[in-house]
């Protein structure tokens, strides 16, 4: 994805080639941390008074900065990788199942080797994925972020693996102890990596061509760089730091959780940026990450120690003066980190560029403010002629045949099959009402969100916040009626109008300011879910108003709450159908509508075509854009809302992974993840194979001996990201580049050439 | 008759100057060639005018009304027409909906207006035969030869009564054969009464198909004259500055 933020002319004093070890970023930095220490200490002296506090921040800072260092690579690169929390996780986990006596047993240094080759190979695939199957870095990592939390779910069951004992006996452990100098030897492992990197980065031919392939891929190609290789060793490198993190995590904690590593790519990849790395690519060094780092964990620590206060309870009548700590619940320090994340993206271009400390300065002292840089508008040039691609696919076809050629075909093929195969399966269950009211149940909220994110990705924008928007929206239903004291009607307009709040923050992020859609969403996945567990404590909230729990409830109970009472077929059909269905299917049809048949829709498909032809043509693609990602956090903010009423309580946890379905929905619809494309019948049956995948999977198998056999849920969640990775990688390689044609059209050309060449021999 | 009057546009980029009190006539049915080195200023010139961006001075009077453009669509509204270099088409989309896009056909369908996509293909055919192309209206454009991009960026032009068409380096990224496919192209469209300004590094497309030259150099206009009165040597001289003016 290119970004206009790379178009202006480049700051002249502060880029120097090679970078040099400190600049005055990394300065202004140091200073800011001592302030932000210095403020901690005085609203929280009991903790960030002792020297204590200051240990426990390196120490944290050094797992954080280890990864900081591989990510820096990868940020250069022009890269992401959103999976080195995941991998973290998934290497203490490995290690601890490999080396606790309770399970393999193994000695501490086959398990540490193991878990490194686990780290690289976890590199590896994601940079083959993106450098070699050309899959976008954001899905790509996000998708093993969710295949690693899976299989770590799945490999401890959620439980706590712990083995302090055995630990005694191996040197291993003392990694991630504090050594007779004082300070934890974690620290010194940072340090080792954090110069290693940092002379990497800066003086070796490695960190030249690392530069190189972020700043210009295809310069760098022509210089000679393989910068497949540049971008898959950037991988390897990160998902090493991750193992080698994971590796200090178990030898200071000597056991685990399955909880490990969750939110550590936030903290990293921010810390990165804040590092003073562009996310535009070619700019970063390894020393500002570390910086980054420290300035980051601090601010974690800062928010999650709480202020400490004193709270007046009443024991038995009593009035009693006791002292609290005013703490932000658990799961509600991401949505500031999201929001660090966002400002550390927007500071560069924004700030730095656009000259806002001059123009606040020259309003303060109403003077004129400083010239803004002309970018000269709309650039005319940039060739981008595809060349003759001649094979008409799919024209003047008519009837079954031009139906394969649909793009979003495929989908709706599988769809039936899927069915029938479950109908094959499981006969004796598969058709009854009971499985139709619940396929149809699950396939409304996957249903839901792919409606809007069809939008989103044919316009060439991701939205990665759904399932996070669903969750805020639901919470703050749940709170409205529960804390507030709202009627339902309130609730339901104030869960819908945070989520346009959201879509509004996303849009304004991503067509007006020019931030790449996949981070200002990532911003909101994390903010709105952080805000969500705030809102409600993270506790789980039950007890609403029936009314409003008729929203999630199936036709024939809303019609009896009215004194209705169905007979017949008519009982039968209300039974299986929900409210949430019938508004399903009336918002599938307007937007279905919209996007196929009006001039919106076009605009939406020309936009995500080609951004500049479009606006060429007085389409303005900015509110384009801006309100496709609205109409998305709409549809989640609705699916939040049914979610509330169908199960009758919210939980935090709601929408978690959800992202992953719809986008997955909509890409095995036709959906390219490039954008241009995607129809809502489309995205609907790719929702709907979706749902029957998940379905298919937890069906009770009985085997011919009696016993029974159900997958549990973590094992389908990376089912369900592989097929997402599939679904991506198929649609490049097969509905972009066709390969199927070019490679049979090159057998041909083969066959031709052998031809030509024995008729010539015959001929001499 | 005289259509298009430039009268000292100037243009600057903080402390560069662009384009320096450039004055231009263009009358209907003319066919101009631009030419001019690199950072010569052509490109700034054909902006202004297609209302990418606004000139910093001077004044531009187009059939006989004083204009101000402030976005490519108020050029479009006047009846100035664009090819853009890149051609700015939208690969996912076909022959037919590129030809309408930002102006689409549309039908009332009960309560809601819908897109007229048979309308929308049996005008782009219509278009399409009229500047004898064999693109075919529903296609799409990312399966379609060189030449057949260029057809349905140039039927973009006719579909309204354009009076003027931009086109800018129409004949650089295509094969020697579509070439003249092109320039036949620019030929018809002078024919309907269309002016043109062809912007080109190709001495001899200027020469084949243009009445009148114009060489900028280095931001101002150094040559202003009927192509029969030139040739391609004094051309050269004057974009690379071994003449001084003509």
């Not at chain 2, 102006?103 to 996509?117: A, F, N, Q, S």
Request: glycine letters at 10%; a positive charge; one cysteine or more.
């Amino acid at each position: 994805m290119s970004l206009e933020m790379t178009a202006g002319p480049p700051p002249s004093r502060r880029v120097k080639l090679p970078p040099q070890l400190l600049g005055s970023w990394e300065a202004g930095m140091l200073v800011f941390m001592a302030f932000l220490y210095l403020a901690g200490v005085l609203i929280n002296p009991a903790f960030f008074g002792t020297t204590d506090a200051i240990s426990a921040v390196l120490r944290d800072t050094a797992r954080f900065g280890v990864m900081a260092v591989g990510m820096t690579f990868v940020i250069v690169n022009r890269d992401l990788d959103l999976s080195v929390g995941s991998t973290l996780g998934l290497v203490a986990v490995s290690f601890s199942i490999l080396f606790a006596p309770t399970h393999l047993n193994l000695d501490a240094g086959t398990a540490m080797l193991i878990c490194i080759g686990l780290g690289l190979l976890v590199g590896l695939i994601n940079g083959l994925l993106v450098a070699i199957l050309r899959v976008p870095p954001f899905i790509a990592t996000l998708t093993m972020l969710f295949i690693g939390r899976g299989v770590v779910l799945g490999l401890t069951g959620g439980k706590t693996i712990s083995y302090e004992i055995k630990a005694r006996d191996y040197g291993f452990f003392a990694f991630g102890e504090t050594n007779a100098l004082g300070f934890n030897n974690q620290i010194l492992i940072f340090l080792v990596f954090a110069i290693a990197g940092a002379v990497l980065l800066a003086k070796t031919r490695i960190g030249y061509e690392t530069y190189a392939t972020g700043g210009n891929d295809q310069a760098a190609q022509y210089a000679g760089i393989n910068t497949r290789w540049v971008r898959i060793r950037a991988f390897l490198l990160s998902s090493l730091c991750a193992a080698v993190a994971g590796l200090m995590n178990v030898a200071q904690d000597k056991g685990v959780t399955s909880q490990y590593g969750q939110g550590a790519e936030l903290i990293v990849i921010a810390a990165v940026i804040v590092g003073g790395a562009s996310i535009a690519g070619g700019r970063g060094r390894v020393l500002g990450a570390c910086l980054g780092a420290a300035l980051v964990v601090l601010i974690d620590k800062v928010l999650r120690e709480g202020v400490p206060t004193t709270r007046v309870i009443d024991v038995g009548g009593v009035k009693m003066e006791v002292a609290a700590m005013a703490q932000l619940p658990p799961g509600a320090v991401p949505a500031f980190l999201g929001l660090l994340l966002l400002g550390a993206v927007l500071l560069e271009p924004v700030v730095v560029r656009g000259n806002v400390l001059g123009r606040l300065k020259a309003w303060l002292l109403r003077q004129e403010a400083p010239a803004s840089h002309d970018s000269g508008g709309i650039a005319i040039v940039g060739v981008k002629t595809m060349g003759a691609a001649s094979d008409a696919r799919g024209v003047g076809l008519r009837g079954f045949r031009a139906f394969l050629h649909r793009r979003d075909a495929a989908a709706i093929i599988l769809m039936v099959v899927l069915w029938a195969a479950g109908f094959w399966l499981r006969p004796d269950f598969w058709g009854s009402l009971d499985n139709s009211f619940n396929l149809l149940l699950a396939f409304t909220e996957i249903g839901l969100l792919s409606l809007g994110l069809t939008y989103v990705i044919a316009n060439g924008d991701i939205d990665l916040s759904v399932g996070s928007v669903l969750a805020l929206s639901g919470a703050v239903a749940a709170f409205t009626m529960k804390e507030l004291g709202g009627d339902p009607a309130t609730a339901v307009v104030l869960a819908l109008a945070a989520g346009v709040a959201c879509g509004l923050f996303n849009g304004w992020l991503t067509a007006k300011i020019g931030m790449p859609a996949f981070v200002a969403t990532l911003g909101m996945f994390y903010i709105a879910r952080g805000l969500a567990a705030w809102l409600v404590s993270g506790r789980q909230l039950s007890a609403f108003p029936e009314t409003y729990n008729l929203l999630g409830r199936n036709l024939s109970v809303v019609l009896e709450s009215f004194g209705i009472h169905a007979t017949g077929t008519f009982a039968a059909v209300a039974r299986a159908v929900s409210v949430q269905t019938l508004f399903l299917a009336v918002v599938a049809g307007i937007a279905a509508v919209v996007l196929g048949a009006t001039s919106f829709g076009q605009k939406v498909y020309a936009t995500g075509g080609n951004e500049r032809a479009a606006s060429y043509a007085g389409i303005n693609t900015q509110r384009v854009r801006l309100l496709s990602l609205v109409f998305s956090s709409l549809c989640a903010a609705a699916a939040g809302v049914i979610y509330v009423a169908y199960y009758r309580s919210f939980n935090p946890a709601a929408g978690q992974l959800r992202e992953l379905d719809a986008i997955a929905s909509v890409i095995i619809g036709g959906g390219s993840i490039f954008g241009g494309y995607g129809t809502i019948i489309g995205s609907l049956a790719g929702a709907a194979v979706i749902t029957l995948i998940r379905a298919l999977l937890s069906l009770q198998i009985f085997m011919s001996d009696g016993s029974s056999f159900v997958m549990p849920q973590h094992w389908m969640n990376v089912f369900i990201g592989l097929i997402l990775l599939a679904a991506v990688i198929g649609d490049i390689w097969l509905r972009q580049n066709n390969i199927v044609s070019e490679w049979k059209r090159r057998r041909q050309a083969r066959a031709q050439a052998r031809h030509d060449t024995r008729a010539t021999g015959v001929a001499a | 008759m005289t259509l298009l009057r430039l009268r000292g546009i100037g243009k600057e980029f903080g402390a560069i100057r662009a384009l320096a009190e450039i004055d231009l006539t263009v009358a209907a049915g003319e066919v101009v060639g631009l030419m001019g080195d690199n950072g010569a200023g052509k490109s700034t010139l054909v902006k202004i005018i297609a209302g990418n961006f606004p000139p910093s001075h001077g004044t531009m009077i187009f059939d006989d009304q004083p204009v101000h453009f402030s976005r490519p669509i108020d050029a479009r509204s006047v009846g100035i027409e664009v090819v853009y270099q890149d051609l700015a088409l939208a690969d996912n989309l076909t022959a037919a909906a590129n030809v309408f896009l930002g102006r689409e056909l549309k039908r009332r369908l009960g309560p809601v207006t819908v897109l007229d996509h048979a309308a929308m293909n049996r005008r782009a055919a219509a278009l399409f035969q009229e500047l004898k192309s064999e693109t075919r209206a529903d296609d799409l454009v990312r399966q379609m030869s060189g030449g057949q991009r260029q057809a349905v960026a140039i039927a973009r032009t006719r579909l309204k009564e354009a009076k003027l068409v931009l086109m800018d380096e129409p004949t650089a990224a295509i094969s020697v054969r579509q070439v003249a496919e092109v320039l036949d192209l620019i030929r018809r469209l002078r024919d309907a009464g269309i002016a043109v300004i062809l912007i080109s590094h190709r001495m001899p497309d200027v020469f084949t198909v243009c009445d009148r030259v114009v060489v900028l150099r280095r931001g101002s206009k150094v040559a202003d004259k009927p192509i029969q009165s030139s040739s391609p040597e004094e051309v050269t001289a004057l974009i690379t500055g071994a003449k001084e003016a003509a």
